[in-house]
């Protein structure tokens, strides 16, 4: 005897005239005291929602961008860390060679094409120095042989620190210049300091000249790599 009306999502309104009540009523049956009545809610506040961020999309991409940042934020910071620190071990390289007295003793690590010949220059500058070439592939002859020595069994920067340490104390020797590439000299010099921490390390490094910048950018970062290892305590390699 009462009269209703369809809802949208199939919900009707009962009309109980005889009692001026109204009750909820599901298109399927199930009476609005059930859980007719929590789904209704659901989907209304569903629809709420939608039309919400239909009407606020500023609102979306806060959220989107809020959320984008937690991720790439410690990223940058590591890339930004990263950079500073490549920028820092570039420059504590020396630029250019220290101050070389005529009976010092030069060694040299083999490893570039660059780094013998510029010893040899610098042996023909101070003819009374002694030099050493240090590393796997010295073997040769080389002129003014009789100031050269060759240790041809190190296979590494680090085995180069020990067999020049060896050959050191050996000489008893207090002071030696140390000749590589500029790129190189950061880790070759911790290296040699860490094995002989009592002797003046004089540097002298062959600059990457001629070398394309693409080429120095990997040298530099493939250096700077090595060094953040060894200095978490890996050595070899």
């Not at 009692?19 to 298109?27: C, L, N, V, W």
């Not at 059930?34 to 209304?44: E, F, K, T, V």
């Not at 207090?174 to 540097?203: C, F, K, S, W």
């Amino acid at each position: 005897g009462g009269r209703g009306r369809i809802l949208r999502g199939g919900v009707g309104i009962a009309d109980d005239s005889g009692h001026g009540t109204q009750r909820a009523r599901r298109s399927d049956g199930n009476d609005g005291t059930g859980h007719g009545w929590l789904d209704y809610i659901g989907d209304a506040a569903n629809r709420n929602r939608d039309i919400f961020n239909l009407h606020h999309p500023s609102h979306n991409i806060k959220d989107s961008g809020q959320r984008l940042m937690k991720i790439l934020t410690p990223s940058l910071l590591f890339l930004a860390m990263f950079v500073i620190g490549g920028m820092i071990f570039k420059s504590m390289s020396p630029t250019g060679c220290g101050t070389i007295l005529p009976d010092d003793s030069i060694f040299v690590l083999t490893g570039d094409m660059r780094r013998i010949p510029f010893a040899m220059r610098m042996l023909r500058t101070y003819p009374d120095a002694d030099l050493y070439i240090i590393g796997a592939g010295a073997e040769g002859s080389y002129e003014m042989a009789r100031r050269v020595t060759i240790e041809s069994d190190s296979k590494s920067t680090y085995q180069n620190a020990r067999a020049i340490r060896d050959i050191v104390t050996r000489a008893g020797l207090d002071r030696i210049v140390l000749i590589t590439t500029e790129d190189h000299m950061n880790r070759a010099q911790y290296l040699l300091r860490g094995e002989l921490p009592n002797v003046e390390i004089v540097a002298c490094p062959t600059r990457l000249s001629g070398m394309p910048a693409p080429r120095r950018l990997e040298r530099w970062t493939t250096e700077y790599l090595k060094y953040i290892v060894t200095l978490l305590g890996i050595k070899e390699g």
